[in-house]
């Protein structure tokens, strides 16, 4: 059974949300960037390829999350659409923050496969980190329609963001499946 759309949760002018979500995704951005080219020492008493285990579990929960929301917005369970999307972000931000504090301590992982797999795994590579890169600041603005109630402009803008989500966090889990063999 259908449920009536929840009511806005914000009311941040249009204007001023993509601003401030254009500012944050940027900052994302460098912040990856500059991190990536930097790495802490560590004592080499404890395994810093934690995080990217704990990334594998995060994108896959953060996938369950976005088929869970696809179904909830189909059944017409806006409530808990809202609920299970807002979990997807959350769990979004903590594997960012898994993420950068990965490739502080660890560094960048080169691949160790050969013939066929390496290509295959530098294209899924380039493929999801050009559109996790890519899809945040429309993943945010997505967020900012639905908390808004500007229904018609969450649901086209979703139709486009949700794939690209799911892509993303998919091939993350692929792309660390891949690379696990070479830490």
Not at 47 to 65: Q, R
Not at 107 to 125: A, F, H, K, N
Request: hydrophobic residues 55%.
């Amino acid at each position: 059974m259908k449920e009536p759309h929840p009511s806005a949760a914000i009311a941040v002018p249009e204007r001023r949300a993509k601003r401030v979500i254009w500012l944050v995704s940027a900052t994302v951005f460098l912040l990856v960037v500059v991190l990536d080219r930097v790495q802490v020492p560590t004592s080499g008493t404890w395994d810093v390829h934690v995080f990217a285990h704990v990334n594998a579990v995060i994108n896959s929960m953060v996938s369950v999350l976005l088929l869970a929301g696809l179904s909830t917005a189909k059944a017409g369970r806006w409530g808990l659409h809202r609920r299970v999307m807002l979990a997807a972000i959350v769990l979004s931000v903590l594997f960012l923050i898994s993420y950068v504090l990965h490739h502080l301590f660890a560094g960048s992982t080169p691949y160790g496969g050969q013939g066929t797999m390496t290509v295959v795994y530098y294209v899924l590579l380039a493929l999801h980190i050009l559109l996790a890169a890519g899809s945040l600041p429309f993943i945010l603005l997505t967020a900012y329609h639905s908390l808004s109630g500007h229904w018609p402009q969450h649901r086209r803008l979703a139709r486009r963001v949700w794939p690209v989500w799911l892509f993303v966090s998919l091939s993350g889990v692929l792309v660390y499946l891949m690379i696990r063999p070479f830490y």
